[in-house]
């Protein structure tokens, strides 16, 4: 049977109200993600939009929810162009950072500052 899903076009990851500059600061400033104008009708909504590398799903959205709560075991997971800055510079702004023992992939996960758990990895993997 031919698959009726082709790409996905954004994943969103909840924060709290009140949270887009805690958001800037990690996903824009430490990440380098470039931030996206929300359409007028979704901005007044709150949260923020992210365009990621292209050849990956193409955008990050960070939605708010009223009732958040972190979520840390499922995540999202980065191709990292190097695992070992984006740890100590995450570490250095107070982030945590736990890395992963595993001998074929080179990789760690970072909670962003709500408690999201964010998996980061020097190469993808099958």
Same mark, same amino acid.
């Given at each position: 049977? /031919?698959? +009726?899903?082709?790409?996905?076009?954004?994943?969103?990851?909840?924060?709290?109200?009140?949270?887009?500059?805690?958001?800037?600061?990690? !996903?824009?400033?430490? #990440?380098?993600?470039? %931030? #996206?104008?929300?359409?007028?009708? #979704?901005?007044?909504?709150?949260?923020?939009?992210?365009?990621?590398?292209?050849?990956?799903?193409?955008?990050?959205?960070?939605?708010?929810?009223?009732?958040?709560?972190?979520?840390?075991?499922?995540?999202?997971?980065?191709?990292?162009?190097?695992?070992?800055? +984006?740890?100590?510079?995450?570490?250095?702004?107070?982030?945590?950072?736990?890395?992963?023992?595993?001998?074929?992939? %080179?990789?760690? !996960?970072? !909670?962003?500052?709500?408690?999201?758990?964010?998996?980061?990895?020097? /190469?993808?993997?099958?």
């Amino acid at each position: 049977m /031919k698959p +009726l899903v082709r790409a996905i076009t954004h994943v969103q990851v909840a924060i709290p109200e009140g949270g887009e500059d805690k958001a800037r600061a990690f !996903y824009g400033e430490l #990440l380098g993600l470039v %931030e #996206l104008a929300k359409p007028p009708d #979704l901005a007044k909504r709150g949260g923020c939009w992210f365009e990621l590398p292209e050849g990956t799903c193409g955008q990050l959205h960070l939605g708010i929810d009223p009732d958040f709560r972190p979520a840390k075991k499922a995540h999202v997971a980065f191709v990292a162009s190097d695992v070992a800055e +984006l740890a100590e510079r995450a570490r250095s702004q107070g982030h945590e950072v736990l890395e992963v023992q595993d001998d074929e992939t %080179e990789q760690i !996960y970072i !909670y962003d500052p709500f408690g999201n758990r964010l998996e980061f990895m020097a /190469k993808e993997s099958s």
